[in-house]
T-cell receptor
Framework: EVQLVESGGGLVQPGGSLKLSCAASGVTFSGSAMHWVRQASGKGLEWIARVRSKANNYATTYAASVTGRFTISRDDSRNTAYLQMNGLQTADTAIYYCTTTDDGGNSIFKYWGQGILATVSS | DIQLTQSPSTLSASVGDRVTITCRASENINRWLAWYQQKPGKAPKLLIYTTSNLESGVPSRFSGSGFGTEFTLTISSLQPDDFATYHC?????????FGGGTKVEIK
């Protein structure tokens, strides 16, 4: 059974930083691409970042809304993906979901974490 | 980025109704479109991928069609468990994008 468990959310002031983690199990982590998708309260889903596998040089891709502020990374030895969020804005307040896809396959999200809330407020 | 526009944004229907949701893309995405169902407080669930392929375990009352820029999700006979929000997603091009969602409510 595939499990994705996010952690690291919480309350942070505007301009601050937060680092989210996503621990994966039941999946061939080393062959997977890892993604983060967020959802503001009452709003739609927004894909924000992807990190590919070692075979694809851990290449990263970002949505324009987070480029230059957020960094996605992974540690294959820990089966964990991360999202470092800097320069946080109130508009970044959302539930953040970790998802995974077969790297090199279609980017469809069959597996999702339960989501973690990040709140940016003074 | 490719924009996806879903319509309607809210839909009121009764059990047994046939329901259709539309997703229009701002440019050609071939058949690279997926549909998800989301219930309050839960993560989205994959229903359909590559326009019309039903994910394993998804009831056959769900179906998808389309090509290029216009796509539909149809529920042939709405069941109580189907009241939820539905999202489309394109994976033709990065950045991946989602539609704004369609909430299916009880009439």
């Amino acid at each position: 059974e595939v499990q994705l468990v996010e952690s690291g959310g919480g309350l942070v002031q505007p301009g601050g930083s937060l680092k989210l983690s996503c621990a994966a199990s039941g999946v061939t982590f080393s062959g997977s691409a890892m993604h983060w998708v967020r959802q503001a309260s009452g709003k739609g889903l927004e894909w924000i970042a992807r990190v590919r596998s070692k075979a694809n040089n851990y290449a990263t891709t970002y949505a324009a809304s987070v480029t230059g502020r957020f960094t996605i990374s992974r540690d294959d030895s820990r089966n964990t993906a991360y999202l470092q969020m800097n320069g946080l804005q109130t508009a970044d307040t959302a539930i953040y979901y970790c998802t995974t896809t077969d790297d090199g396959g279609n980017s469809i999200f069959k597996y999702w974490g339960q989501g973690i809330l990040a709140t940016v407020s003074s | 980025d490719i924009q996806l526009t879903q319509s309607p944004s809210t839909l009121s229907a009764s059990v047994g109704d046939r329901v259709t949701i539309t997703c229009r893309a701002s440019e050609n995405i071939n058949r690279w479109l997926a549909w998800y169902q989301q219930k309050p407080g839960k993560a989205p669930k994959l229903l359909i991928y590559t326009t019309s392929n039903l994910e394993s375990g998804v009831p056959s009352r769900f179906s998808g069609s389309g090509f290029g820029t216009e796509f539909t999700l149809t529920i042939s006979s709405l069941q109580p468990d189907d009241f939820a929000t539905y999202h489309c997603q394109q994976y033709n091009t990065y950045s991946l994008t989602f539609g704004g969602g369609t909430k299916v409510e009880i009439k």
